[in-house]
């Protein structure tokens, strides 16, 4: 099984710093690596798929980029609601795995 | 618009066996994969089973094979996870996801997972 590393688990930053998460993935998988967001009590949301293309009708402020095995998730003006955890999955191969996951507080 | 909700969920004894439901709507679920993912409490996403729009193609977690078995009902746009012999850490929230579309002979790529359902509780204890 392929298995995914987030850093940091936590992160605290203020409203509008840059943020950055990183992914990295056991073995390559090319561009498979997909991030959500999940606010408490909630289902979880596709952000970014494919690396690096964000999905449709959320905030610029959301990018991504890697491949191969490392990856980034950039939030670059925090805001109020960019409160959650974050997850990476890679879809190369089944099993498909998530990261453990980032928490990310705002100071 | 897309819409997925979970059902079944509840309390179940160690070793025994539950039936999870999930009704799509919104979109035409026959030309979709799609997967369930859990969520213990306070814990992290773990994937565990994945469908292709016809049924063709199954994959399972190692956590879930041979105890849970994934289906689906396309003429009643539905997906379900026949969950057997539960055991304490199978306790956590159930969501279903929608994957890919695929194509006019059932061939899904690869995929995340762009719509979530709300998630239904499981819970397994004595």
């Known amino acids: 099984d392929i298995q995914m590393t987030q850093s940091p688990s936590s992160v605290s930053a203020s409203i509008g710093d840059r943020v950055t998460i990183t992914c990295r993935a056991s073995q390559g998988i090319s561009s498979w690596l997909a991030w959500y967001q999940q606010k408490p009590g909630k289902a979880p949301e596709l952000l970014i798929y494919?690396?690096?293309i964000l999905q449709g009708g959320l905030p610029s402020r959301f990018s991504g980029s890697g491949s191969g095995t490392d990856f980034t998730l950039t939030i670059s003006s925090l805001q109020p609601e960019d409160s959650a955890t974050y997850y990476c999955?890679?879809?190369?191969?089944?099993?498909?795995?998530f990261g453990q996951g980032t928490k990310l507080e705002i100071k | 618009e897309v819409q997925l909700v979970e059902s079944g969920g509840g309390l179940v004894q160690p070793g025994g066996s539950l039936r999870l439901s999930c009704a799509a709507s919104?979109?035409?679920?026959?030309?979709?994969?799609m997967s369930w993912v859990r969520q213990a409490p306070g814990k992290g996403l773990e994937w565990l089973s994945y469908i292709s729009s016809y049924s063709t193609a199954i994959y399972y977690a190692g956590s879930v094979k041979g105890r849970f078995t994934i289906s689906r009902d396309n003429a009643k746009n539905s997906l379900f996870l026949q969950m057997n012999s539960l055991r304490d850490e199978d306790t956590a929230a159930y969501y279903c996801a929608r994957g890919a579309y695929c194509n006019d002979d059932g061939v899904c790529p690869l995929s995340s997972f762009d719509s979530w359902g709300q998630g239904t509780l499981v819970t397994v204890s004595s």
């Open positions: 999955q890679q879809t190369d191969n089944f099993p498909y795995t």
């Open positions: 494919a690396a690096s």
């Open positions: 919104g979109f035409t679920f026959s030309r979709y994969s």
